[in-house]
Structures are given as structure tokens and as C-alpha cells.
């Protein structure tokens, strides 16, 4: 019957054509990696997304308190290193830099610590000569009042100038700048020494239990290469042999600016015992 003929294809269409509902699956993203909690099966602690798909918000740039604030994100730029920097948003770079500033001085703080806690087994005897002379408390407190800051400035400086000079390769290999953002990549890289440091292996022991803590040595290895090839690829469309002076150059300058900064607070160290 031609009626029942035209019925049938009508439903043959139907059944070939996606709903509506299901059409809206092909607009989803293959992967959604949470920059709140670096979980990449979380399903989004914001409703506020990038383009890609990916949540674009960062844990720092977020409300709540600054101890988990950075922790979140420095775990996040650690170990889902390269999906937080591929998909890192540009932003405002002074948010950044408070976030490098805390996490290098919690970073170098810890890392005092330990080395005096190492101290006091190693030499007990010289450590309480020292705490019970004035003069030698006294320069001892010097040293410490200038190396532990000073190491941290050194750590923002040496992340914040790979960041830069990931923008001036780039340009060379004729990609827009993005200035703010390569500085938001240095500044945020910062979290690694949060993470790769005594704060994070007794988090992730607490947390996790030995396995997670004592496999930071591995994920250190290659995390600046991995993470600035993948800031390349999301940030300026350069991959492989396009990459390669971009990375290059961000290492010499890296190199450069730890050279500096390590020299001018040796110098305020040695001034600060001869004063």
C-alpha cells in the first residue's frame, strides 16, 4: 500500500537519525580533566568550562582556604601535569605569582626543616654549641632570615623565566605571543616543588600510603619537558620539531636566572656571617 509504504520509511529514518538527546553526545568531550581536583574522572567541580571542554577554572583563582587552595593546584600541576597545562586558561599573572611566592616559601621552609632535623642527628653536639652561643644563634638566625626567602625568590624566578622564554621561542617559531600565559606556566610550575618535596610525599603518605608517596620519584622525571611541550600544543599550536626551540630556550634561561639569583644570595649569606 503506497500509505503503508511511506509509514515505513518515515520509521526507518527515525531509527537511522540520532535523537536529539543523543546528538548532544557528540559535543562532548572525549576527556574532561578537573583543574579543581586534577581527577581526570571527576565530572567537574564547576559548571564554568573552556572551549575545549575542559574545565578552565583554577583551584588557586578559586575561594577556599589557601592551604588547600594550594595543594589542589599544585597537585593537579603535578601529577595530570600535562592536562593542566595544555588546557591552562589565560588570566591575570599577579594570582600566579602570589601562588609561586607561597609555594616556594612552604617548599624552602620544609626543606630547612628537614635538613635541620638532619642536623640534629647527624651533630647534635655542634647544633646546641650554636644554639647556646649568642653570636653564633645570632648568625645562624641571619642566615636563615635571608636563605629561606632567598632560595624561594630564586625557585619563583627560575620557573617564571622558563615560563617567559617559552614565549620568546615560540614567537620564533612564528607563533602569537602570549606573554601573561607563559608567565602563568612558570609561575604555577611552582606547585612541582610543593608536590616533589617533603610536603608532598607525607600528604600522599597520609592520603594515599606508600605506594603514592614513593612514586614521585618517577613522576619528577621529565615533568618540565612534559608539561612545557604540552603548554606548546595547547597554547600555541607547536608540536615536535616546532616545539624544540621554544623548549630550549626556556631551559637556558631557567639555567640563567638560578645562576643569578643563586649568586646574589650567596652574597647576602657570606655578608651576613662576616657582619
Not at 655542634?126 to 649568642?134: E, G, Y
Not at 620557573?159 to 602569537?176: E, N, T
Request: proline share 5%.
Amino acid at each position: 500500500m503506497p500509505g503503508g509504504g511511506r509509514a515505513q520509511r518515515k520509521i526507518e529514518r527515525e531509527e537511522s537519525t540520532p535523537s536529539s538527546r543523543e546528538g548532544e553526545l557528540y559535543d562532548v568531550p572525549a576527556a574532561v580533566v578537573c583543574a579543581m581536583c586534577g581527577d581526570p574522572d571527576c565530572a567537574g567541580c564547576s559548571e564554568e568550562r573552556s572551549r575545549s571542554g575542559v574545565i578552565a577554572i583554577i583551584a588557586w583563582e578559586r575561594e577556599g582556604s589557601m592551604l588547600g587552595r594550594v595543594w589542589s593546584t599544585a597537585h593537579a600541576a603535578t601529577i595530570n601535569s600535562e592536562a593542566f597545562f595544555e588546557n591552562l586558561p589565560d588570566g591575570p599573572v599577579t594570582p600566579a605569582l602570589r601562588f609561586a611566592a607561597i609555594s616556594e616559601l612552604l617548599a624552602a621552609s620544609t626543606l630547612s626543616l628537614v635538613m635541620l632535623a638532619m642536623f640534629s642527628a647527624v651533630a647534635p653536639l655542634w647544633l646546641r654549641d650554636v644554639m647556646l652561643d649568642p653570636a653564633a644563634r645570632d648568625t645562624a638566625l641571619r642566615v636563615a632570615i635571608l636563605a629561606v626567602p632567598g632560595l624561594a625568590m630564586m625557585l619563583v624566578a627560575a620557573h617564571a623565566a622558563h615560563g617567559y622564554a617559552l614565549d620568546v621561542g615560540a614567537r620564533r617559531s612564528g607563533a602569537q605571543s602570549q606573554p601573561s600565559r607563559a608567565l602563568r606556566f612558570g609561575l604555577y610550575a611552582a606547585g612541582w616543588d610543593v608536590v616533589l618535596g617533603p610536603i608532598g610525599f607525607f600528604v600522599l603518605l597520609a592520603k594515599q600510603g606508600f605506594g603514592a608517596a614513593f612514586r614521585l620519584g618517577s613522576i619528577g622525571v621529565g615533568l618540565p619537558t612534559r608539561s612545557s611541550l604540552a603548554f606548546l600544543r595547547g597554547a600555541y599550536k607547536l608540536q615536535h620539531e616546532a616545539a624544540k626551540p621554544a623548549l630550549n630556550t626556556s631551559y637556558l634561561a631557567a639555567i640563567l636566572a638560578t645562576l643569578v639569583c643563586a649568586f646574589v644570595i650567596t652574597s647576602a649569606v657570606v655578608v651576613a656571617i662576616i657582619l
